[in-house]
C-alpha cells in the first residue's frame, strides 16, 4: 500500500500509512476516504460475491470479473 487511508467507522477512524493493513470483519460500516485527494495504492481481498460498491449501484459498480489466469497453465 502506498499513500494514507482514512478508515471512518460507526465509532471510530482509523488512519492506515503506507505498509499497513487493515481487516475490516463481515458485515461492519466503514467508509475509505482520503485527504486533499490523495492518490492512493491498496491491496483488496475479497470474496467475488461482494459488491465493491455496497448496496448502490452506479455507473462505478462492476457485474463481471474476468479470471486471473496463471502463467504456468
Known sequence: MKGTLHMPFRNRIEVMNEDEIIIVPIGVEH???TK?????QVLLFEKLTTNHTGKVETELTQ???????SPNK
Open 31 to 33: 467508509c475509505p476516504i
Open 36 to 40: 486533499n485527494n490523495e492518490d492512493i
Open 63 to 69: 457485474t463481471f470479473y474476468s479470471k486471473i489466469k
